[in-house]
């Protein structure tokens, strides 16, 4: 089945810095992926929608200054959290699809960010 | 906009037996598809189930079967034969043309032995 990577897993970083997260199709060309933020015991809540080439188009309520995203190739879109803060903190999953494809969107495994 | 309403947040079973997660939604989209989604305590998204709109008959993948009543917008999720590892959170997702995904707020099921 189609592969969805997301790297890092696992990040802690200082309160300030910036942390790029990245979403890669392994084995299909994505045109649109999404970026999706989940609290401890929450719902999936999307956060932008990305088309390769073009600019992300963000949900109400999200600072697109605060989560810069990416998405230069088929294969690779990038969340970048900018001066990170605690409240920042959350499990932020990616999703790829084709959409000429009639295949659903396929999930990374998600990267849990912790802001000290 | 739509929305997807989950009205159970808690549910358990015993091994073996049969569980019904409940989910309703609300749309004006004609065209769309309705998922069902495992995310057990790793937190990966695993896709349980698949139904489209435009089909009558209900979605099944071996002991996962949907219960699709599109004029009242319901969309339930049945599992037979429950076993330990359907131990998870799970969330009921409406997917519209625009392939964005709308979700419940989530239902945690607990397996008992």
């Known amino acids: 089945g189609a592969v969805v990577s997301q790297h890092p897993s696992w990040v802690i970083c200082k309160s300030g810095t910036s942390v790029k997260i990245e979403c890669r199709s392994l084995d299909f060309q994505a045109t649109t992926m999404f970026w999706y933020r989940q609290f401890p015991k929450q719902s999936l809540m999307l956060m932008a929608t990305s088309n390769e080439g073009s600019k992300a188009t963000y949900e109400q309520g999200v600072e697109k200054d605060k989560f810069l995203i990416n998405h230069a190739s088929l294969t690779l879109s990038t969340l970048t959290v900018t001066s990170a803060h605690p409240e920042d903190s959350s499990f932020y999953i990616c999703?790829?699809?084709?959409?000429?494809?009639?295949?659903?969107?396929?999930f990374g495994d998600g990267t849990r960010l912790s802001i000290l | 906009a739509q929305t997807v309403t989950q009205s159970q947040p808690e549910m358990s079973v015993q091994e073996a037996e049969t569980v019904t997660l409940s989910c309703t939604y609300d749309?004006?989209?004609?065209?769309?598809?309705l998922f069902w989604y495992k995310q057990p305590p790793s937190r990966q998204m695993i896709l349980v189930i698949r139904q489209e709109a435009y089909k009558q008959q209900n979605a099944t993948e071996n002991r996962f079967s949907v219960n699709f009543q599109k004029a009242a917008k319901s969309f339930s999720l049945k599992i037979s034969d429950s076993q330990l590892g359907d131990t998870a959170m799970y969330f009921c997702a409406f997917g519209g043309s625009n392939y964005k995904l709308t979700f419940g707020k989530g239902t945690l099921l607990t397996v008992n032995p």
């Open positions: 749309t004006s989209e004609s065209n769309y598809y």
């Open positions: 999703s790829a699809v084709r959409t000429d494809s009639n295949q659903p969107q396929h």
